[in-house]
Nanobody, 115 residues
Framework: QVQLVESGGGLVRPGESLRLSCTVT????????MGWYRQGPGDQRDFVAS???????KYEAPREERYTISGDTAKNTVDLEMNSLRSEDMGLYYC?????????WGKGIQVTVSS
């Protein structure tokens, strides 16, 4: 059974940094892509960043200057470094992996930014 295990969330002050990590377990195949989505106050999950097996990296444009995604799909891992965090970065962050055209989600990890 494929599972995405997320770690690294928590409470930080404005301006601080966090690093989220995600590992895919239980898969016989390496992901075609891995990435992160953020869910704010509503139910919608918004794209944050992704990296493909071919090394193509994409960001949601406003966050590109402060976020860095790094991944090794061959090792089934992806990290998201978030710097200069602001209140609008708060939310539940979900790891997403696409494996043989099937989308898998992690359970989500909370990021809180508060002074």
């Amino acid at each position: 059974q494929v599972q995405l295990v997320e770690s690294g969330g928590g409470l930080v002050r404005p301006g601080e940094s966090l690093r989220l990590s995600c590992t895919v377990t239980g898969s016989d195949f390496s992901p075609d892509s891995m990435g992160w989505y953020r869910q704010g106050p509503g139910d919608q999950r918004d794209f944050v960043a992704s990296v493909s097996a071919a090394g193509i990296i994409k960001y949601e444009a406003p966050r590109e200057e402060r976020y860095t995604i790094s991944g090794d799909t061959a090792k089934n891992t992806v990290d998201l470094e978030m710097n200069s965090l602001r209140s609008e970065d708060m939310g539940l962050y979900y790891c997403r992996a696409v494996i043989r055209r099937t989308v898998f989600w992690g359970k989500g990890i909370q990021v809180t930014v508060s002074s």
